[in-house]
């Protein structure tokens, strides 16, 4: 049995009230993660023309309220 079927299979076997728990474990730990992408992709640039882009549509008056 490989570690995600070993994982898939405790995650099946756990309570309502533990698998409620480990979702919200789950859900923090993506979003940890996300957040140290973005900030990683930042950090490398990857991100600058979105900014640029999204600056020179401001200066150009094309922002609307969402």
Do not use: C, H, N
């Not at 480990?22 to 023309?49: M, T, V, Y």
């Amino acid at each position: 049995m490989t570690k995600l079927e070993q994982i898939e299979k405790s995650v099946a076997e756990l309570s309502p009230e533990e698998l409620k728990a480990f979702a919200a474990w789950f859900e923090a730990l993506q979003a940890d993660l996300w957040d140290k992408k973005i900030e990683a992709d930042a950090k490398a640039g990857r991100l600058d023309k979105l900014v640029a882009d999204a600056r020179a549509e401001i200066a150009a008056g094309k922002l609307r309220d969402l």
